[in-house]
């Protein structure tokens, strides 16, 4: 028999891919099912960038490179930070990696020590506590209910931060609420951290660009620069630019932890691919004028999903600001009865039910740390977001 180690023993396996392989799983059995469990665009890569990468293989850049980066990656990184946070930083403050997962878990696995803290709100991104979990720190898990729109207040952070306290994370838009942070909240935030200085800050941003109806993006150490000797601020081209599959994730922070965290990748992954990186290049430095468009979809496929869920019975869900996720409690069908005779006690059964009686998959808030809810992504077409919505209600409607 096999035995995984104690450090996977500790991990769980990601459950919104479980969602999308159980949705699979009933397609192939013939039957309709619409799949609102995914995290990725569903949008094309945009073809500028498609073809930076084909001249990079004709120009042979098939070979390794430097292990965090190439310089023309590093330096259309820089420019991003400059142009879009009004943050700067040197090429020693760089560091690229295989996607942004990578990019975290690097990171924590060049700072934390067994029982460490790093204090994560929820409804959290799931891989954040699995990734502290794998590299032996401790989760501290901070719960932001529908109340706060699901977003941590100051003084809920405070009471999290002990003496352990080695990171907080932050992810605005965030998945799986698309809450964003406003900079007063997070002016709100950075003062309780100025009177803590030894914790630090790894701010997800890999949503940045998907906001909607004139929300403005703000990050951490851009609002208050004494944090910027403490701040990773982490992105990537995954979500903007619809490049999941290239993997390629950025972060900009401090000299000393960009160094280890290279480290890491020099003797793990080593570098990204060499052709993704090129592609890279041209998503950041390129035309950005194709997310108009796309954003425009997203939000009206947002108003699409949270029309459904709010005339939903027992659902109830807050208008998010970015990102492609709809965040919905469904409090008010606990307890009740599906027709076939199964009873709602928790968010897992309301999915497993929804998915058993009308075939839409969406993901349980308890994936994501705060039940009883789900996530809906409507990164999908228009017309498969208005027949889940005729499906929701109708299970809705058919509870007892
Ligand atoms: N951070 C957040 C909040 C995400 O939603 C995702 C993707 O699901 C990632 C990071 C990871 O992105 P990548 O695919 O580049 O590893």
Redesign the pocket.
Known sequence: TFTPSAALQRVQPSA?LAVTQKARELKAKGIDVISLGA??PDFDTPDHIKEAGIAAIRRGETKYTNVDGTPELKDAIIKKFRRDNGLDYATNQIHVS???????YNALLASLNPGDEVIIPAPY?V?YPEMVNLVGGTPVVVKAGIGNRFKISPDQLAAAITPKTRWLIL?SP???TGMGYTRDELRALADVLLAHPHVWIMT?D??EHIVYEGFEFATIAEVEPKLYDRTLT?N????AYS??GW???YAGGPAALIKEMGKVASQTTSNPCSISQAASVEALNGDHSFLEARNAAFLRRRDLVLEAINGAEGLIAPTPEG?FYVFADCSGTIGKTAPDGTMINNDTDFCAALLGAEAVAAVPGVAFGLEPGFRISYATSDEALVEAGKRIQRFCASLR
């Open positions: 919104t995290g990725e295989t996607g942004g997962k990578p990019v975290i991104w891989s992810n965030s998945n799986p997800d890999m949503y982490m990537g081209v995954s979500k490049m999941t993997r390629i994730g990102a």
